[in-house]
């Protein structure tokens, strides 16, 4: 189980080092040859659901509208330029028979934040997370096929940025 999780993240550190080249939408320089004139590195941030920057969160929310779908008990294991990542728990809720009355149930995963865009002075924040269930998945009830039809093992959504003074 421990060797498919890192095949999975060895995989998709090369995607995301290859979809980034490294860089900070292109604000990677090179060394300056007079350290007075270094420009400082750019803080790294993932915007919360209220629009907060946050650097390596413990815990983060996927479904945002209502809860149903977060992160736990994030462990960051690299937060730089090219991407982040991170093991913990996608804790989901079945909204069996509907979501108030739903049951939280927690899966192992593997999390990756990669992209970014400039949102403030000094400030970059990753555009994407990428997902990777290594275990058991979520399930949920397809009305059209009448089957029971499962998370696929990976995805990947867009994240929320805010530019400064939004």
Not at 33 to 45: C, E, F, K, S
């Amino acid at each position: 189980m421990k060797r498919a999780w890192f095949i999975a993240l060895l995989t998709l550190i090369a995607a995301g080092l290859t979809i980034t080249g490294l860089t900070l939408s292109g604000t990677a320089q090179a060394a300056p040859a007079h350290p007075a004139t270094a420009v400082p590195a750019a803080r790294l941030v993932v915007f919360d659901c209220s629009g907060h920057a946050v650097v390596r969160p413990k815990d983060f929310v996927l479904a945002c509208a209502d809860g149903n779908s977060a992160l736990e008990k994030l462990t960051w294991t690299s937060w730089t330029p090219g991407l982040a990542s991170a093991q913990g728990t996608l804790v989901q809720n079945d909204c069996t028979p509907y979501c108030a009355a739903g049951h939280f149930h927690n899966y192992p995963a593997l999390v990756v934040l990669w992209g970014s865009k400039a949102v403030g002075a000094g400030e970059h924040a990753y555009t994407k997370l990428t997902l990777i269930l290594p275990g058991a998945r979520p399930g949920y009830y397809d009305a059209k096929t009448h089957k029971w039809v499962y998370a696929p093992v990976t995805q990947t959504f867009p994240l929320l940025t805010y530019s400064a003074g939004a």
